[in-house]
């Protein structure tokens, strides 16, 4: 897919922005603070309606400005297509395709796909799980769209069973011993056991509902997350060997806090009911679900140790650009067309051997988008069959 | 505003009314064995459009909510058991939004009517958490029509 325009107006530092794309690499050059990685965030909203830096769509507004809009014309195999979005400092933001305004959110999804890789994804290995799952997540959105909706409703039931788990604490009255608010503590066990029936909440019948729900849905995420690291790992393991000249072999494991046996609705969702019976009392005792997929995580290991703690500085730069590339071939192959590449100050930082496997895979087929603040700073070969931008303050120009 | 002051709740089914007992819960030619339930006065007059229900109707006032604190407590949800277990009621149709509030309050609900009578629910073609209220007659009186076993 070839984004052949972008056009934005009072997003961010542009006012009114219009950007033809005419090359198979796009360079954004500029000083720090000039606009490059807005509208690097600007390809990525159309792609995943998220953006990783904004937590409002307040921020994506211009300043003083009531409503920013980014519109895009992407051509697929299939032909042209025109994307819209609306952000409002206040209220919700609307979505369109082809001029028409789309009810659902969702069906904006899954038509324009971009791979974002920013000196940041190196908190992918070097952060806490919570990053890792949020990255598996958005790619999850691009493959299938429809995850974005199963996610959202998990999170739903999930604050829901939440705040009712803290209600029945609250209820029950029973002083909670600071020793037992950790986790994984037998000792919390026995001591309900030994208070009997008094341990058993009060509203049973809806704890037993909001179980089954969180379990129901809960269930979806675990065997999609699954499914896209099986599928992810291989091609990443490859692409690790080959940057590493066969030294390192990187495993990507997913490691569901309900584990899954099997790839089986049914079979899921009785191991993930009986995990909750398992942890009851803690959760009881805590006033929050201990159970389900916000506890999953996933592992990196290279030659069998944790990438985490123990990789190297460089060994973690490998394994982040193999899982880069790893998205972009993955999301090639489910989709059927070459997804955009959106490099965030990020060329810089890679030395020539990664350069060069980052060049090969991507050749003219992925259309990328790289920012820089110095031309000399990456390989002359990415000069070639590249269209050159400056950006100045909100302004772009040839140069 | 002021003729909204004036209109109070159904003692029997709590759908919106100005006398202690309303039109429906009073009409003769009704269906009184079976009851439907919904979330709210407002589902009541889309399902009076349909012109397809001739029973009875029980508004809970609200789904099951522990976010905004609203718990089986907070509803009408004793009333209708009562209602159910005192009357020979022949169906409860339960007629919520598929939403997670709307599933919960429906299998909770559920759960304490089976004892008594056969419960129903509505078949929602309608994905993602559609509104009765802004489902088109059609659409409902298909939806009462194909209605399911709660199991
Ligand atoms: N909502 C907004 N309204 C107006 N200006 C904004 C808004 N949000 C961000 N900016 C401005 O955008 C600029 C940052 O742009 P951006 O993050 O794209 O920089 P950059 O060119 O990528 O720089 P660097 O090389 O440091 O990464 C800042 O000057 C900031 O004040
Ligand atoms: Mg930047
Ligand atoms: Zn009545």
Redesign the interface.
């Known amino acids: 897919m070839y984004l052949k325009t972008l056009h934005l107006r009072q997003f961010r530092n542009y006012r009114d922005q219009q950007v033809e794309f005419f090359a198979p690499k796009t360079i954004l050059l500029g000083d720090n603070a000039q606009g490059k990685s807005n509208l690097l965030e600007a390809a990525e909203l159309l792609a995943t309606l998220r953006s990783h830096r904004a937590t409002r769509d307040r921020e994506l507004v211009q300043e003083g400005e009531a409503i920013g809009q980014i519109t895009a014309t992407l051509e697929k195999d299939t032909g042209l297509t025109d994307l819209a979005i609306a952000l409002r400092a206040n209220g919700r933001r609307t979505v369109a395709l082809n001029g028409e305004t789309l009810r659902?959110q969702?069906d904006f999804l899954g038509v324009m796909n971009a791979v974002q890789f920013s000196s940041l994804d190196l908190d992918l290995v070097r952060g806490g799980p919570g990053q890792r799952r949020s990255w598996l997540d958005a790619l999850l959105t691009q493959l299938e769209p429809v995850y974005a909706?199963i996610l959202q409703?998990y999170n739903?039931?999930l604050?829901?069973?939440n705040?009712?788990l803290?209600?029945q604490r609250k209820d029950g009255d029973r002083p909670v011993p600071v020793s037992f608010v950790d986790e994984a503590v037998p000792a919390v066990e026995l001591l309900a056991e030994s208070a009997g029936s008094e341990a058993i909440p009060p509203?049973a019948?809806?704890l037993a509902?909001?179980d089954?729900?969180l379990a129901a849905i809960g269930s979806r995420v675990i065997r999609r997350r699954a499914r896209v690291i099986e599928r992810l790992a291989p091609i990443a393991q490859f692409w690790h060997q080959a940057i590493s000249d066969n030294k390192e072999l990187l495993e990507v494991n997913y490691a569901p806090n309900v584990g899954l046996e099997q790839d089986d609705p049914a079979v899921v969702q009785q191991a993930f009911l009986a995990k909750i019976q398992q942890r009851a009392i803690a959760e009881h005792y805590q006033g929050t679900s201990l159970v389900g997929p916000h506890r999953d995580e996933v592992e990196f290991t290279i030659n069998q140790t944790p990438a985490r703690q123990y990789g190297s500085q460089g060994q973690q730069r490998t394994l982040v650009l193999s899982l880069k590339l790893a998205e972009l071939k993955l999301i090639e192959s489910v989709v059927g067309e070459a997804p955009l590449l959106l490099l965030d100050d990020v060329l810089a930082e890679l030395d020539l051997n990664r350069q060069n496997k980052l060049l090969e895979t991507i050749q003219d087929r992925f259309q990328t988008l790289i920012t820089t603040t110095h031309l000399g700073s990456f390989d002359a070969q990415w000069l070639k069959s590249s269209q050159i931008l400056t950006v100045e303050a909100g302004k772009i120009r040839p140069s | 505003m002021e003729a909204k002051q004036q209109v109070g709740f159904c003692s029997v089914c709590f759908h919106l009314s100005a006398e202690p007992v309303c039109e429906i819960c009073s009409a003769p030619n009704r269906d009184h064995n079976t009851i439907c339930v919904v979330a709210d006065s407002r589902d009541v007059i889309a399902l009076e459009r349909t012109r397809e229900y001739k029973g009875k109707y029980h508004v809970l006032g609200g789904l099951?909510?522990?976010?905004d604190?609203i718990?089986?407590d907070q509803l009408h949800i004793t009333q209708l058991v009562r209602r159910v277990s005192q009357q020979s009621i022949k169906e409860v149709i339960l007629a919520i939004s598929p939403s997670?509030?709307g599933?919960?309050t429906t299998?909770?609900v559920g759960?304490?009517l089976k004892p008594f009578t056969r419960v129903t629910r509505i078949a929602f073609g309608l994905p993602?958490g559609g509104d009765l209220e802004y489902a088109d007659e059609v659409t409902l009186a298909r939806a009462l029509e194909g209605r399911r076993d709660l199991d």
């Open positions: 659902r969702l909706y409703q739903h039931v604050r829901q069973r705040a009712f803290k209600q509203d019948t809806q509902i909001w089954a729900q | 099951i909510s522990p976010i604190g718990g089986p997670v509030e599933e919960t299998l909770y759960q304490l993602m």
